[in-house]
């Protein structure tokens, strides 16, 4: 078969039309070009040029071997800068987020590199941990943004993005004050996510590590019902401090600091030995740069 040196040989000649100004094109020495092309020649079994005193020209085969040479050719460029590029291409982004970072950091992040990338088309796909990794195993997605360590999964790899301490969400006329210990918690009614959720997790191993029973009296699908359910007075509910970091006052309910939860960490996983395009990587960048500084 022929290789790429051969295939640039086989072109340069035909088009400069001598060994001699091919060489000077390609910056090569004229017997390694006149080595090659009598090598693809012999392989082929086919003679590409006529030598006369002017130079060289092609054979009728030549001819009709050039054209496949250079689509030949531009395919493997073609097939080199493909590899270079996600599946996705490079004039989108496809991103997954839980709910937490999905309130107010990545609108953010997403609003800044749409100013800066007009063109770029941009995909969210909400769902809870296991679903973004499998989304991002297959190809679906570029990027996951998860909760917790590294998903522990082959062929993913993961980058700690921040840590985002747990605060207390309390409808108004609660009597706690700005401050909460996590024993205080025992005894009072809580609203939670549902299970499946990393926030609530790490919720549940913060509780068993003080020894204090996880019963959440009532279960929502997302951060905005808890909230709305603590408004309503149905209970209190420990919430990731950066998805309310923007919020400001909401009615009828406030956030207090909570003692006794490690701060939670959200990273960005992504699949090994795939090449970040640029959108991506200045995604991951103003991730970092938008995430609220600790009260």
């Known amino acids: 078969m022929a290789d790429v040196p ?3 040989t086989f072109i340069a000649v035909a088009r400069a039309g ?4 091919a060489a000077e094109r390609l910056g090569r020495t004229q017997p390694s070009l006149s080595a090659r092309l009598a090598a693809l020649e012999e392989a082929w079994g086919t003679r590409l040029f006529r030598r006369h005193a002017r130079g060289m020209s092609l054979t009728p085969e030549g001819t ?12 493997l460029a073609a097939l080199d800068r493909a590899a270079g590029v996600p599946i996705s291409g490079l004039d989108e982004l496809r991103i997954g987020s839980g709910d937490a970072l999905g309130r107010e950091l ?3 992040a997403v609003a800044k590199l749409l100013e800066e990338t007009r063109s770029l088309s941009i995909r969210i796909l909400e ?9 991002l195993k297959s190809g679906e997605i570029d990027l996951a943004l998860l909760v ?22 309390v409808p108004d006329g609660d009597r706690t004050g700005r401050e909460v210990a996590l024993e205080r918690l025992r005894d009072r009614r809580l609203v939670s996510l549902q299970r499946g959720s990393g926030f609530r997790r790490h919720l549940e191993e913060a509780f068993a590590a003080a020894g204090i029973p996880f019963r959440p009296a009532v279960e929502v699908g997302n951060l905005s019902l808890v909230r709305r359910f603590v408004a309503a007075g149905l209970g209190v509910a420990p919430v990731p401090a950066i998805a309310f970091a923007r919020d400001g006052a909401q009615a009828r309910s406030r956030r ?13 996983a992504r699949r090994s030995g795939v090449p970040l395009s640029d959108a991506a990587a200045r995604f ?3 991730l970092k740069a938008g995430k609220p500084r600790p009260a």
């Open 127 to 135: 769902g809870p941990a296991p679903k973004l990794v499998e989304a």
């Open 6 to 8: 051969a295939l640039e």
């Open 284 to 286: 991951i960048t103003l």
């Open 148 to 169: 917790g360590p590294a998903p522990g999964e082959a062929g993913i790899a993961h980058e700690v993005l921040l840590e985002s301490a747990v605060d207390l969400l």
């Open 256 to 268: 207090v600091r909570l003692r006794g939860v490690p701060p939670v960490p959200y990273g960005v």
């Open 18 to 21: 001598s060994i001699v100004r």
């Open 64 to 75: 009709r071997l050039l054209p496949l040479a250079e689509a030949a050719l531009e395919g």
């Open 106 to 108: 990545v609108p953010a």
